[in-house]
């Protein structure tokens, strides 16, 4: 059975740092492409950042470039989202997701490549 876990969430101020873990079980990552979402409420879901399978090509959404960082771990069969200098506006649910597509620069942002998704983490940047 695939499944993916999110990890890593919390409360933050302003101006801090977290790091999203997304763990497989079920699968090897390294075969898929792995990208973040966020939803924060009333809002519509959006893509963060993704990357991509075997060449580990990475994409960012303009409003987290030069802040967040992508990153896999094959040994661990793990991606990580290292996200610094957040801002209130980052708050949401963020998910990882997954897909044997490949995915580019055209399609990485659209939710509905991905047929695997984890359960979401929640974070929260306030003072």
């Known amino acids: 059975q695939l499944r993916l876990v999110e990890s890593g969430g919390g409360l933050v101020q302003p101006g801090g740092s977290l790091r999203l873990s997304c763990t497989a079980s079920?699968?090897?990552?390294?075969?898929?492409?792995i990208a973040w979402f966020r939803q924060a409420p009333r809002k519509e879901r959006e893509g963060v950042s993704c990357?991509?399978?075997?060449?580990?090509?990475?994409y960012y959404a303009d409003s987290v470039k030069g802040r967040f960082t992508i990153s896999r771990d094959n040994a661990k069969n793990t991606v990580y989202l290292q996200m610094n200098s957040l801002k209130p506006e980052d708050t949401a649910v963020y998910y990882c997701?997954?897909?044997?597509?490949?995915?580019?620069?055209?399609?990485?942002?659209?939710?509905?490549?991905?047929?695997?998704w984890g359960q979401g983490t929640q974070v929260t940047v306030s003072s």
């Open positions: 997701a997954a897909d044997p597509k490949q995915m580019y620069n055209t399609n990485w942002f659209h939710d509905d490549n991905y047929n695997y």
């Open positions: 079920g699968f090897t990552l390294n075969n898929y492409a």
């Open positions: 990357i991509s399978r075997n060449h580990d090509t990475t």
